[in-house]
């Protein structure tokens, strides 16, 4: 006969007012979690635009703008009233969309505008299971992997910054090279996506031509369809390639916005790009704005930067050949090193925005 020995749990000892603010942090992240979905569903149906400058409305006269259906509206404008996205009235049951929120949420030319980044944040929990496979067997996910609607995303969160910042602000501060723009320029985009940044020189540079170069040939048929559309088809074009097999050489600039630390080999990149510059050329490289150390990124920027890279930059770069994985807060140390490993003399910072910093590399 055997005698069951149960052993005693020992619990740790709480800190009632420590546990409480924790619970009351998690519960508000739950909150914006949800709401995030109500936000991007406000964005698809256009509740945002009807409500921007329109001054106070009640639930029922937004879906009369709409086209939707009342009892719904009313309780996604208290979902996003409690999140402090529109304003209530009580005494008159009413909900107004103040100015500064129609600028991040409704003006999708707005260099803040955000509802690209939820669209993002859906990508992320339609791949939670894909994910954890990836974390047991430390198997990277390509970008083409993940679920379609990120491409767009991506686009949607980026475009607006880059046609605020991008042709007034950095590529002036950037070593004569506006100059050279305007008189005509050989420009290359590596990793361009769905064609945004390379669009934007086009358009304000029309006598330079521009090669947007990305390894995902969905984005660059879309990247095609943009140029159409924006009538710079003639100077700006798109061809499916990796950041190592960039072709073409003399170039005066090349660009890397928002991709740098997604590759598998940043080095290389920088190698070839290093090769690919004309003599006097021009790097510039645009990537998120970070500290130096794990604690210098410890705020709500480094928390939205370390989800997005644990998700979707550092499975992309594991997914590559050598598998570097800098994630998006590598800092301007570590970058700086590369490019100077890669053949760089000189490297500083030229521009920054509360969300990038921007490098210029030399001979």
């Not at 859906?122 to 990277?140: H, K, Q, V, Y």
Request: charge should be negative.
């Amino acid at each position: 006969m055997t005698t069951a020995t149960h052993e005693t749990r020992t619990l740790p000892r709480i800190d009632d007012a420590r546990l409480e603010k924790f619970l009351h942090q998690a519960v508000a992240d739950m909150g914006a979690a949800a709401s995030s979905a109500l936000t991007l569903t406000g964005y698809r149906l256009g509740l945002f635009r009807a409500m921007a400058n329109a001054g106070p409305l009640t639930a029922g006269q937004l879906a009369e703008r709409t086209g939707t259906h009342e009892r719904y509206i009313r309780e996604w404008l208290n979902a996003q009233a409690a999140g402090g996205y529109v304003s209530y009235d009580p005494s008159k049951q009413t909900y107004e969309l103040p100015p500064e929120q129609a600028f991040a949420l409704a003006d999708s030319d707005s260099p803040v505008f955000l509802t690209g980044a939820f669209d993002m944040l859906a990508t992320l929990w339609a791949d939670t299971d894909r994910m954890a496979d990836a974390f047991r067997t430390g198997r990277g996910i390509g970008w083409h992997d993940h679920d379609s609607r990120l491409f767009s995303a991506t686009e949607l969160f980026f475009r607006g910054g880059y046609r605020a910042h991008l042709t007034s602000e950095w590529i002036p501060a950037l070593e004569g090279v506006e100059a050279k723009l305007r008189r005509g320029a050989k420009v290359a985009d590596v990793g361009c996506g769905h064609g945004a940044s390379a669009i934007i020189i086009g358009q304000a540079y029309p006598k330079s031509t521009v090669l947007g170069v990305d390894y995902h040939e969905g984005s660059i048929a879309t990247a095609r369809q943009r140029a159409e559309k924006a009538g710079v088809a003639d100077r700006v074009h798109f061809e499916r390639a990796g950041a190592r097999d960039l072709p073409g050489t003399e170039y005066d600039l090349i660009c890397f916005f928002d991709c740098f630390h997604d590759l598998g080999d940043p080095l290389g990149a920088a190698r070839r790009a290093h090769q690919a510059l004309a003599k006097d050329g021009t790097l510039m490289l645009v990537e998120p704005k970070a500290g130096e150390h794990v604690e210098d990124n410890l705020n709500p920027v480094g928390r939205l930067y370390y989800s997005a890279s644990t998700f979707l930059c550092t499975p992309n770069a594991l997914s590559q050949d050598v598998g570097t994985a800098l994630g998006a807060q590598a800092g301007e140390a570590r970058l700086t090193e590369i490019l100077r490993t890669a053949g760089f003399s000189k490297v500083r910072r030229v521009a920054e925005t509360p969300f990038n910093m921007v490098l210029e590399a030399r001979e």
